[in-house]
């Protein structure tokens, strides 16, 4: 299913110096530059004092799991300043990546025509453009599939444009555009998708990877890039053997998602040679969070046979999808 993918279809008009069937990088290179975008993606938000974060309080025990009091003089990460300054820094280390698979392209190819080597370097990580079809629109389609249940239980609870007393400012602009909503829904998809995806798996592409390292084995490097959180767990759940223990579970959830979700990632973008999709993908589960199927069913006792089977239609219509519909976009 994974064969011939958009992105591994070398065009002779690529200029590359050897064959598309020989490794064009080292597996040490490739190593090399894969933990370069991770670690300068992730090490960004902690060069700028602004980006920060500051914990004064002495270990307290939390009850049932809850954050602790908040002291004067703290920075937490959804502190506006602390948001800003973040949202800056990896910009510019996602600008960077990009850069670097550009110069990396340049080194290894033979095309000394400025604007080709930017049309090659542009096609590598997914960015190029053709009128919408109904064969490109479809993988738009295949998180939303996947989320028919959790969309069904939305529509139950009035939530979102279903909401009775739904209004602009607070569930759009509130939401969406404060600063937690930058974060989570525009800059934090679009940065960790062309660094996690287009960067990681062009390099991998470069240095020859089977599909399924770059299916299942990339997505690792997403992962590793959230561990970071496990330090500010452990300060806002107290500093204690709990608040290690909360931090640990907690960053070993969020490391299963993220590899996970990873996996469908890099899946669709080999599929469809597009970052595109994929960035739409990661927005809209976003919005749409974790899927709650049990805390659905007990809040929605007389409709919990529908929510079953609205969860059973999405898993097996993505299932389906998955491989017709990613075929190129």
């Not at 959790?150 to 979102?160: D, F, K, T």
């Not at 020859?208 to 997505?219: I, K």
């Not at 107290?238 to 640990?248: F, I, S, Y």
């Not at 006792?301 to 999405?314: L, N």
Request: with cysteine.
């Amino acid at each position: 299913m994974l064969s011939s993918p958009p992105l591994l279809s070398y065009p002779s008009a690529l200029c590359l110096k050897a064959e598309p069937s020989i490794p064009l990088l080292t597996s040490s290179t490739v190593t090399a530059l894969c933990a370069f975008f991770t670690f300068s993606y992730v090490g960004s938000i902690y060069l700028a004092r602004a980006g920060r974060l500051a914990f004064h309080a002495p270990s307290i025990d939390v009850r049932n799991g809850a954050e602790r009091v908040r002291v004067a003089n703290e920075k937490w990460r959804n502190d506006p300043e602390v948001i800003r300054a973040r949202l800056n820094a990896v910009t510019i280390s996602t600008v960077g990546s990009c850069l670097v698979i550009a110069f990396v392209l340049q080194r290894i190819g033979e095309c000394n025509d400025l604007v080709t080597s930017l049309q090659h370097t542009l096609d590598i990580l997914g960015l190029g453009w053709s009128l919408p079809t109904l064969r490109t629109l479809k993988p738009f389609l295949l998180a939303p599939i996947l989320y028919i249940g959790p969309l069904y239980v939305e529509i139950l609870e009035l939530r979102g444009p279903y909401r009775m007393k739904w209004t602009l400012k607070r569930d759009v602009v509130d939401h969406f555009f404060s600063w937690q909503g930058i974060r989570n829904f525009i800059v934090a998809p679009i940065t960790e998708e062309f660094v996690f995806r287009s960067c990681v798996i062009s390099v991998l592409v470069l240095g020859g990877s089977s599909l399924r390292r770059m299916v299942f084995v990339s997505p690792l490097w997403f992962g590793i890039a959230h561990a970071h959180h496990a330090w500010e767990l452990y300060n806002i759940y107290g500093r204690t053997k709990q608040a290690v223990q909360r931090a640990v579970i907690t960053s070993l959830v969020q490391l299963t998602y993220t590899t996970l979700f990873g996996w469908f990632c890099a899946f669709l973008f080999l599929r469809t040679g597009s970052i595109y999709p994929v960035i739409f993908s990661h927005i809209f589960c976003n919005v749409m969070g974790l899927p709650a199927p049990m805390y659905a069913t007990s809040r929605f006792q007389s409709r919990a046979t529908v929510i079953w089977v609205a969860y059973v239609v999405g898993i097996i219509g993505f299932a389906s999808a998955l491989g017709p519909w990613s075929r190129g976009a």
